[in-house]
C-alpha cells in the first residue's frame, strides 16, 4: 500500500485546538464561519444534487451518499448533510475539536462518525466516499498537493470534491488578516498566513495535478452595508470555493 506524506501542520492544528470549545458560539471565535455558513451550504448542496440528481425539496435527499468532512471543526457542515440523510464522517487533525462535535451532534439527535484522523491516515486505511467536503483546509496544510492527492483517493470514481479557501492578493490579506483578525477581532492574530493563501489558478493547477478534474469556481463575497454573504460567478478576490470530479476510470 502506497505511503503518504503526512501533510499536518502542528502549529496550524494548535491554533484551532485553542478555540475548539467556542465552535458553536456565533458571536465568538468562529462567528465569520457562521455568517458564511449558509452561503456554503447553498454552494454545497447544489453541487451535490446536481452531480447525483437529487430533489432537495425531497426529505433526506441525500440518503444513500457517503460523504466526508475533511477538517470538521465542530461539525457546522458535517451536522446539515446529516439531516439531509447522507452519511456523515467528520475528520480533523485537532483532537480537542471532535469531543466538542461529538456533544453537539448527540445534543442534536443526529448520528456522525467524527474521527480524530487525516485525510492521508484514510486514505491508507483503504475508505471511500461519495462526496468530500475540504472547506478551509488547504491553505493550513504543509504540503497542498500531497493533501489533495489523498482527497482524491479518497472518493469514488465519479465523486466529487468541494474546496474552498482564501486567495492571495493585496486586498485578502487587508480584508482576511487585518479586517477580520486586527480590525473586527473576528480571529486570533495570526490564525492566517498570507503566504499560504492559493490563487483560484493555483488551486486548480493542484487538483488538476492531483488528477481531479475542476468543473466549476464560485466566490464568496461579503456586503458591508448588508452584512451577509452571497455566490459570486465573478469576483474570487477573497473566499472562492471550487467543485472537482474524479475522473470514472
Known amino acids: 500500500m ?4 503526512n501533510t499536518v501542520d502542528p502549529e496550524e492544528v494548535a491554533k484551532f485546538e485553542a478555540m475548539a470549545a467556542e465552535w458553536w458560539d456565533t458571536e465568538g471565535k468562529f462567528k465569520p464561519l457562521h455568517m458564511l455558513n449558509p452561503c456554503r451550504l447553498d454552494y454545497i448542496t447544489s453541487q451535490i444534487a446536481g452531480e447525483f440528481d437529487r430533489d432537495l425539496s425531497a426529505p433526506e435527499p441525500f440518503k444513500g451518499l457517503r460523504i466526508l468532512d475533511i477538517g470538521c471543526g465542530g461539525g457546522l457542515l458535517s451536522e446539515p ?3 439531509l440523510g447522507a452519511t456523515v464522517v467528520g475528520a480533523d487533525a485537532a483532537a480537542g475539536n471532535i469531543p466538542v462535535a461529538k456533544i453537539h451532534a448527540e445534543q442534536s439527535d443526529l448520528n456522525i462518525d467524527y474521527r480524530h484522523t487525516t485525510a492521508e491516515a484514510l486514505a491508507e486505511a483503504g475508505e471511500q466516499f461519495d462526496v468530500v467536503m475540504n472547506m478551509e483546509v488547504v491553505e493550513h496544510v504543509a504540503s497542498p498537493i500531497s493533501y489533495l492527492t489523498a482527497c482524491r483517493q479518497l472518493l469514488k470514481p ?4 468541494i474546496c474552498s479557501t482564501i486567495n492571495r492578493n493585496p486586498k485578502s490579506y487587508f480584508v482576511a488578516i487585518i479586517g477580520a ?3 473586527m477581532r473576528w480571529l486570533p492574530k495570526g490564525t492566517h498566513e498570507w503566504s499560504k493563501f492559493i490563487t483560484p489558478d493555483e488551486l486548480y493547477k493542484l487538483l488538476e495535478d492531483a488528477g481531479l478534474e475542476p468543473v466549476d469556481r464560485k466566490g464568496f463575497v461579503f456586503n458591508p452595508i448588508l452584512w451577509s ?3 459570486s460567478a465573478k469576483d474570487l478576490s477573497v473566499n472562492y470555493v471550487t467543485a472537482s470530479l474524479k475522473p470514472k476510470t
Open 2 to 5: 502506497q505511503a503518504h506524506q
Open 158 to 161: 465519479g465523486g466529487l470534491h
Open 81 to 83: 448533510m446529516a439531516r
Open 229 to 231: 454573504w452571497s455566490l
Open 181 to 183: 483578525e486586527h480590525v
